[in-house]
């Protein structure tokens, strides 16, 4: 924004159903401190319309099968950071506070996730919307972790024509919002995904570690450090330390296609 | 993978490092052996020594077949 000026940067706040309202409020604090033309677009009767909730809570109850609105859901991430395969569980809360959850089986996986996926693509057809109508540029903001393991939707929040800050470490970004000044709320916010209803960390439902120490795992991988060194650093078992790198290799394989352009059947060398 | 050659996958190679199976693909793969051969696979069970390579699920299902 200090590089264009703030009258040729224009703010996109797109709650839905499942958004926390902190999200909304951290939205306008930095649009209102960065002084920039915005919009709010609530897309939930858009993601209602496409049926993204109704696919999403077929799936849940095919589960559980009394799972309804008013009860409040999420996916998370297991096995990992154990050693295991990773695998997927779903985790629902009934009215009265009930937590119940199960392992995923690959149907109702599949089907909720791509429902879910709904609202990181309806956002980026309304930013691509007003990137058109403005004559402007999408800005991605995955970080390093996100853009390094694949933590993004194809087509959806993973698509952009300027990424700034995929170089840097999560834990450089918040060190940046603290020296560019920007509010409290954001430089101490939690990373969240957001996008379930249910409060949901994005070590929970992707990562092995808090981020902090997933950070630090990434850095030790990339600079060739030994599990044992890590492990040291984080304070955990060698053998923890290791199932994190491969753990962290096993993101790099699965995710790789997610970066990677169409495949085309012969190359089209002129362009 | 993109092959009718049974030689490019030996029975006993790792699918994690063949970069063959990632996480939705253990699930495609529990899938599989659930529907096939009607067992039930553990959450405790979702480890590389159970289902890493051609012969481990082999001898997985063959052990959760004689407990049933």
Known sequence: MQALGAGKVFGLLLPERDSSPESLERGRALVDYLGIDHDVQDIAPTLAALGCYRWRDDAIRSVFPHYDETWRSKIAIAGGDKGRFNHFRLVVEDPQGRVAEQRLGLQPYLQIVAATNYKQRIRKTIEYFHADRLNYAVVGTPNRLEYDQGFFVKNGDGSADVKPIAHLYKTQVYALGRHLGLPSSICQAVPTTDTYSLPQGQDEFYFALPYQQMDLALWAYNHHLTAAELAETLDISVEQAQWVFDDIEAKRRATSYLHQKAVLLSSVSEV | ?68
């Open chain 2, 1 to 68: 993978m993109f092959t009718d050659d049974p030689a490019a996958l030996a029975d006993d190679d790792s699918f994690l490092e063949q970069g063959i199976i990632d996480s939705t693909g253990i699930m495609e793969v529990i899938f599989f052996l659930e529907e096939e051969f009607g067992i039930r696979v553990d959450d405790d069970e979702l480890i590389p020594e159970n289902l890493d390579s051609v012969n481990r699920i082999a001898r997985f299902v063959q052990r959760k077949r004689v407990a049933a």
